[in-house]
């Protein structure tokens, strides 16, 4: 698998045998709540826990965009959605606009962005034969309307992709290829309108390589636990980072979204020996924006996934778990951030203590 380097402050690498790493996204849903998404992610990076990677998938502009009052704080690579703030319900995505935007992010710092190369009427109506929901993805989404309002027969991003291969190779910049058709429930998975994007996908994988530019794949959205395997046996020969968005492995456990992705993205890099993990927070699916607890429970959520299966591969994460086992050995007890509380678990019985074994004789 080629490994990813993103021309950060902190020049992180992801993918293969580098360690899980893990992206939190943020955005503007509303002008009026800038100030409080910039609390959130001030907090977020103040905490002794940061992610690696952030995301800024705001929808509304501000003076400042969200990504630009986090850069102030973080050192690590961030990325944007560049059709996000250019698209006109009326008129769509305009292709000389939505190149400045994509140069101007590039010029200001942003190190990597995310584009959907794959819809096209086709795939769209196919999605739409054989799905109760044709769509779940917002970007892709974006770009479908964009193809109906402009009579496009395919994606805007497809048709400039040599130009946005171009800006991205002058800055440094990271190209994510974006899953537009991703399954909106783990009943349609990993459904043949999925493999069929897999395969359009794997031609701009080539196409941006031949022209210089680093990769991430966006992956699986709903997908049972069992096709994962599957799924990465078909993009195993693309040789390219994964970056799941999710995957969420059941839908039936409402707000607990945090836990069913951090299962499937558990499974998924535990196959590909490393790529990149997206936090999902427990109001994925509720129709709320996430609060400050919700994300940090969602961070955690995919930082411990991250962990699981990083010990798959990575010696350093080992090393870690390690370290623990020591700390409990030597302390005598499972506890190790409430010492001064102590334990009441076990008691008299507790079994780690080594004075509870002293009167035992043997025969």
């Known amino acids: 698998m080629h490994c990813v380097d993103y021309n950060s402050p902190n020049r992180l690498r992801a993918g293969s045998a580098v360690p899980v790493r893990v992206n939190l996204s943020f955005g503007l849903e509303m002008l009026e709540a800038a100030g409080r998404e910039a609390a959130k992610v001030e907090r977020l990076l103040t905490a002794e826990t940061r992610p690696d990677l952030m995301m800024d998938l705001s929808v509304e502009r501000a003076d400042r965009e969200p990504w630009q009052v986090a850069r102030e704080l973080f050192d690590g690579p961030i990325g944007l959605l560049p059709h996000y703030l250019m698209f006109s319900p009326s008129e769509g995505l305009d292709p000389a606009n939505l190149l400045a935007r994509i140069e101007a992010v590039f010029k200001l710092g942003i190190n990597f962005i995310t584009v959907h190369c794959t819809p096209t009427l086709g795939l769209f109506e196919q999605a739409k034969r054989e799905r109760l929901t044709p769509i779940t993805s917002r970007g892709g989404g974006i770009v479908v309307r964009d193809m109906l309002i402009n009579g496009r027969s395919r994606s805007l991003f497809a048709q400039i992709f040599d130009d946005i291969c171009a800006?991205?190779?002058?800055?440094?910049?990271?190209?994510?290829?974006?899953?537009?058709?991703?399954?909106?429930?783990?009943?349609?998975?990993?459904?043949?309108?999925?493999?069929?994007?897999i395969a359009i996908q794997a031609q701009f994988i080539h196409k941006a390589r031949e022209l210089?530019?680093?990769v991430v794949l966006e992956g699986p959205g709903h997908i049972r636990l069992s096709e994962l395997g599957d799924y990465w046996e078909m993009i195993a020969p693309l040789d390219v980072t994964p970056m799941p968005l999710g995957p969420i492995v059941s839908d039936r456990f409402s707000g607990m979204d945090h836990v069913a992705s951090a299962i499937g993205a558990a499974r998924l890099m535990s196959l590909s020996r490393g790529g990149i993990i997206n936090a999902v927070t427990a109001v994925e699916h509720l129709g709320g924006v996430p609060n400050l607890r919700q994300m940090e429970e969602g961070l955690?959520?995919?930082?411990?996934?991250a962990q699981a299966a990083s010990l798959d591969f990575d010696g350093t994460a080992f090393e870690a778990e390690a370290e623990v086992s020591r700390r409990r050995a030597s302390l005598e007890s499972c506890v190790l951030h409430s010492q001064d509380a102590g334990c009441s678990r076990c008691q008299r019985l507790c079994p780690l203590i080594s004075a509870s074994y002293s009167r035992v004789v043997p025969n």
């Open 300 to 305: 955690r959520a995919a930082q411990v996934a």
């Open 167 to 197: 800006i991205a190779a002058q800055y440094g910049g990271v190209i994510n290829l974006g899953t537009a058709f991703r399954a909106a429930s783990v009943a349609d998975g990993l459904d043949a309108v999925v493999r069929e994007e």
């Open 212 to 214: 210089g530019v680093q």
